[in-house]
């Protein structure tokens, strides 16, 4: 009873720190969707706020909704950066850090092999986006001047 009791404590407080940030995106979001801004705050809001309800709840679907969210983020961070190494960074850390807590449960009934798997996968994912966002195009035409003998 009492694992049962910690489990209910972890999920109540990832519930009330996801409705707070929620509360956070959807007032800031909205805000700067009347301003003529991005509508991902707004969005990223209202699915933090499916993931504290789910979360509180004790619904599975939350850590599926928050998989979703990181999606949302990483094209977004991709289009709003530029693909940018630091761009990306900045929008990307801190809701890669709070989805492993969302999605514990599920990294705790995986297996070694395939919680290496994963790790392999969310490691060469990024890494490859930003490598085939950073590269260049740009091509050194110039031709050296001629000695004038031939």
Known sequence: MKALQIETGRRVLLAVVMAL???LLIAGGGQLLFLGGS?????AGLMAGATAFLSF????????????LLLLTLVWALWESGG?????????????VLGIWVGWPLIRLAGPKKLAIAAAVLIALPAGLL??????HSVDAAVPPSSGSS
Request: glycine share 10%.
């Open 39 to 43: 509508p991902y705050y707004l969005v």
């Open 57 to 68: 709840r004790g619904d599975r679907r939350a850590i599926w909704i928050y998989g979703a």
């Open 131 to 136: 490598g085939f966002a950073n590269r260049t």
């Open 84 to 96: 940018t190494i630091w761009g990306m960074q900045a929008r990307l850390f801190a809701p890669l």
């Open 21 to 23: 940030i929620a509360a």
